[in-house]
């Protein structure tokens, strides 16, 4: 009997050590495993923290941009909290060569493809601009259009008083464009740096009528009104959007130009007036 009891004490000693042995080993597991998830849900969560936008992103657009952008630059910073989006509107060949001329800037959005050039041919633009809208001329008159002015003829009557946009500035060009087309000349009683003073020189009744963009038409509202004209269609501007090489905020630069060329973006910009590119 106590040989018997000798015997079977052994194993079973063995055996309760063999299990010490597995429990501490998998205690050591389960440590290692925790401290491996810990660290995979640090490195997430820094990640993702790091991939959050914030800081401020400048754009430089031209001055037709002005309501549909601020639009979506209040929309931008409801989407990303921390980050501000500020403009400068105006001219696209003075944006351009402010930019050149080493203006801080992370976008910009020009009413041609010639005035991008300026910026993309000295090198300041990070990849290749693309079109996101384009847009259509129209003749802005007094409201109630006392005039009667029903074609672009009819701005050429010596009585009347028409302002242009500089042929420099993209919508200059592209009525000089139409006025060449139509064989039509034309001396306004002024040029304008940009579509929005063009435009307000009617809404002060300062002009008879000037031609503008249609968007601007439907952003004055009944201060103006607008007629369309057929030699408009020859005569449609690109509008191209870039980050530009020298950005101080490349992640919310690219955000906001995803946002111009996303659905939500094209539904603001069609709103005001833009046709699709």
């Known amino acids: 009997m106590t040989r018997t009891a000798r015997r079977t004490g052994r194993p079973m000693q063995v055996a309760a050590l063999g299990v010490t042995a597995l429990l501490a080993l998998s205690a050591c597991s389960s440590s290692d495993d925790s401290s491996s998830t810990d660290s995979g849900s640090s490195a997430s969560a820094s990640t ?19 309501e549909s952008f ?31 001329g080493g203006a801080p800037a992370d976008v910009f959005a020009s009413a041609s493809p010639k005035t991008m050039a300026i910026v993309t041919d000295a090198g300041d633009a990070s990849g290749t601009p693309a079109t996101f809208v384009r ?18 003829k ?20 592209a009525a000089q464009k139409a006025l060449d087309a139509s064989k039509l000349k034309l001396t306004p009683v002024s040029y304008e740096q940009d579509v929005k003073a ?27 009104e607008g007629v369309e004209f057929p ?40 709103e005001a007036g833009f046709l699709q590119p």
């Open 231 to 270: 030699e408009s269609a020859d005569a449609i501007n690109d509008y191209p959007i870039v980050q530009l090489k020298d950005a101080q905020n490349t992640a919310a630069a690219k955000a906001f130009i995803a946002l111009v060329q996303s659905a939500e973006g094209q539904k603001v910009l069609t």
């Open 70 to 100: 601020t639009t979506l630059g209040k929309e931008f910073e409801k989407a990303h909290p921390g980050t501000k989006v500020t403009f400068s509107f105006g001219g696209s060949d003075s944006l351009a060569a402010s930019i050149t």
């Open 154 to 173: 009819d701005l050429t009557k010596s009585s009347l008083k028409v302002v242009l946009c500089d042929k420099t500035v993209p919508c200059g060009a």
């Open 135 to 152: 847009n259509q001329l129209e003749i802005a008159t007094l409201p109630g259009n006392p005039d009667k002015i029903a074609s672009l």
């Open 48 to 66: 993702s923290a790091s991939d959050q936008l914030s800081g401020t992103v400048t754009v430089f657009a031209a001055a037709s941009l002005k």
């Open 198 to 224: 063009a435009l307000t020189k009617v809404e002060l009744k300062e002009a008879d009528a000037a031609v503008v963009y249609k968007t601007d038409v439907h952003a004055a509202g009944d201060k103006v």
